[in-house]
Structures are given as C-alpha cells and as structure tokens.
Nanobody
C-alpha cells in the first residue's frame, strides 16, 4: 500500500529553479531513506540525491552545490530544490523510498515527473 507521488516538474529556463515534491502514503515515512533519481533520453537512470531520517545526505557529483534534498516528516514529503538548472538536467525525475529490516530490503518508486530545462 506504499504510494509515492511526485509533483513540481515543468519547463524552466537555464539558470532557473524548480522544487520537486514527493508525497508518501501508506507507511511510516520516517522509517525510510528517500531518494531522487533521474533518467534522460538515451541515458541510464542515475542517482541524484538521497536523505536518511537522520538528515544525512548524498549527492551526485553533477548536482552538488546546485541541488538540495530535504524531508518534512510531519507532511510525509521529500523535496528536491534545484537551482542553477542546466539543459543537461533535463530528465524524468523519480522518487524512491527504501529501508532494510532484518537484512530484507524494501524499495518503492513513484511514477516520475518531467523536468525540461530550455530557453
């Protein structure tokens, strides 16, 4: 019953900003490490950023200093603030929730939201 729904994608000019949101339902949100992934046409899906409930974060080198991942446990939502956007950031961005219990992994995905950076 775990469901992830992304929103906030759209068309933005180079140098602009967007904030993506991922709303999680059907589970205890704080138990999961959350992540954002993206896939551009003709390329493999790649990790963008992750955030644990502790606040610990990881970023892909291509977005460090430009993107910020955060979470609001009260609203069961994870965000990706994207600044200084470049055309090469154009991709479908997907939200991921992951946890390990007793060595057993549990992973859930949203359907994705399109981000297009173009003038």
């Amino acid at each position: 019953q775990v469901q992830l729904v992304e929103s906030g994608g759209g068309l933005v000019q180079p140098g602009g900003s967007l904030r993506l949101s991922c709303a999680v339902s059907g589970t205890i949100f704080s138990a999961y490490t959350m992540g954002w992934y993206r896939q551009a046409p003709g390329k493999q899906r790649e990790l963008v950023a992750t955030i644990a409930n502790s606040g610990s974060t990881n970023y892909a080198g291509s977005v460090k200093g430009r993107f910020t991942i955060s979470r609001d446990n009260a609203e069961n939502t994870v965000y990706l603030q994207m600044n200084s956007l470049k055309p090469e950031d154009t991709a479908v961005y997907s939200c991921n929730a992951r946890r390990t219990v007793g060595g057993m992994p549990y992973v859930y995905w949203g359907q994705g939201t399109q981000v297009t950076v173009s003038s």
